[in-house]
Antibody, heavy 117, light 107 residues
Framework: QVRLKESGPRLVQPSQTLSVTCTVSGFSVTSYHVSWVRQPPGKGLEWVGA???????DYNSALKSRLSISRDTSKNQVFLKMNSLQTDDTGTYYC???????????WGQGVMVTVSS | DIQMTQSPSFLSASVGDRVTINCKASQNINRYLNWYQQKLGEAPKLLIY???SLQTGIPSRFSGSGSGTDFTLTISSLQPEDVATYFC?????????FGAGTKLELK
């Protein structure tokens, strides 16, 4: 059974770094791409970035300078790091598994992150 | 980036009603559009991929249509468990972009 679960801090101070982990089961991160998507409260979804099954990455150009996505294949985990956080980075952060040539098929429940002092 | 305009934002319907939700792309996305259902506190669930392909395990009352720039999600006979927010995703080109969502409630 495919599952994705995000974990990370619920509260981060402005200017600090956000670190979120996506732990997957039921598939290997070396066989399927994984993306990060976020949703500010009351707003739409935004693709953040992806790590391809081969290990390379792509980022939303608006966030690229602050982002890093990596993985630990031995633990089947994907990591999102975003630095220089601002209040408008507040939102729910999701990881999602790619369905080949067909967008995303499975998503995690998300982790709600608040950026506030 | 491709803009996805989803309508309506809010929809109230009765059990048994036929419900339609629309997504319009700002440019041609062929058939590279998915529909998702999200219930409060749950992970989004894939309903339809590539415009009209029903994901495994999804009831047949859900269907999708369209190509190019205009797409529709149809629920043929609304059930109480269909109360949720629905959103579309274009995966024709990067960055992938989403519709703003439709909140579906029971009348």
């Amino acid at each position: 059974q495919v599952r994705l679960k995000e974990s990370g801090p619920r509260l981060v101070q402005p200017s600090q770094t956000l670190s979120v982990t996506c732990t997957v089961s039921g598939f290997s991160v070396t066989s399927y791409h994984v993306s990060w998507v976020r949703q500010p409260p009351g707003k739409g979804l935004e693709w953040v970035g992806a790590i391809w099954k081969g290990g390379s990455t792509d980022y939303n150009s608006a966030l690229k300078s602050r982002l890093s996505i990596s993985r630990d294949t031995s633990k089947n985990q994907v990591f999102l790091k975003m630095n220089s956080l601002q209040t408008d980075d507040t939102g729910t952060y999701y990881c999602a598994k790619h369905l080949p040539n067909s967008g995303f098929d499975y998503w995690g429940q998300g982790v709600m992150v608040t950026v506030s002092s | 980036d491709i803009q996805m305009t989803q309508s309506p934002s809010f929809l109230s319907a009765s059990v048994g009603d036929r419900v339609t939700i629309n997504c319009k792309a700002s440019q041609n996305i062929n058939r590279y559009l998915n529909w998702y259902q999200q219930k409060l506190g749950e992970a989004p669930k894939l309903l339809i991929y590539n415009a009209n392909s029903l994901q495994t395990g999804i009831p047949s009352r859900f269907s999708g249509s369209g190509s190019g720039t205009d797409f529709t999600l149809t629920i043929s006979s609304l059930q109480p468990e269909d109360v949720a927010t629905y959103f579309c995703l274009q995966h024709n080109s990067w960055p992938y972009t989403f519709g703003a969502g439709t909140k579906l409630e029971l009348k």
